[in-house]
Each structure stands twice: as structure tokens, then as C-alpha cells.
């Protein structure tokens, strides 16, 4: 029996982070950083938003949500192999031939080099660009 797919939200991204300036000032900043690697397509549900090539490989979403914190969102990547990081607070063995790495992002700042670095490799593990954005609006790769 196939899963059910999670309804996308209407209102985007606006709409999951509603209420939480916080998590949407840092969901800006990782979107500009993927917009920059190029060939993602963006998806947004109540739970989350994902980004995929040929398969998902970046999951940013509100711990507050399921959980008791104070991080704003937290950076799911999935890459094939497990990674030791400083910035990963936890990894998972979430199927064969994928870790998910689970990231803290306090503020827009913390997108930085390192979390660029583990988005570059997790879209390179998730397959060949799509040649741009399928998000409405999201500049070019290169632009």
C-alpha cells in the first residue's frame, strides 16, 4: 500500500512559520542558500519544507512544533554516509544508505559556510540538478 503524500501548504512557507518570525528569518536564509546550488525543487507541507532533486535531500522545519524548544528550525540533511560534524546535534540511520543529520539553526547567521557545505553535499548525493528552481520566482543558478 503506497504512503499517503502530505498536502502542500497553499500559503507557503508564510503559512507553516506563522506566528514565528524567528524560524521564517532563518528559513530565508537556508532558501537562498539552496536557491544558490541550483536545480531544487521546493515543497511545503504543515510539517515542513523540503528540498529534492531526483530525491530528497534537505528538510528544514520548527522543533517547537512536536517538541519543547527554543530553536527556531532545525536543517535535516540526508547524506549516504554518516558524518562527524561539530554543528550536528544528532544523526539518524533513517533507511539503508542514509543518515539524516539533524542541525540547530538559531538565526539567519547560522547559515553559513559549514551548513552551505552539508547542503552541497547532501543535493550532490540526491542526484543531477533539475537546471533551476522550481519555485515560483527564484533566481537562476548563477543570476
Known sequence: MAAARARE???GPEELFAGHPASLA???ALRGAVDE???ARERVTRSQVAWSRRRGFAYAWRPGQYVRST???VLSVALPR???HARVKEVAHSSPGT???HVELAGPGDVDVEVVDLLRQAAAAAGPST???ARPGAPE???
Open 82 to 84: 554518516e558524518l562527524s
Open 9 to 11: 501548504l497553499p500559503g
Open 141 to 143: 543558478p548563477g543570476a
Open 131 to 133: 537546471g533551476s528552481s
Open 26 to 28: 532563518v528559513y530565508r
Open 99 to 101: 543518515w539524516m543529520h
Open 71 to 73: 530553536v527556531p528550525l
Open 37 to 39: 546550488l541550483g536545480g
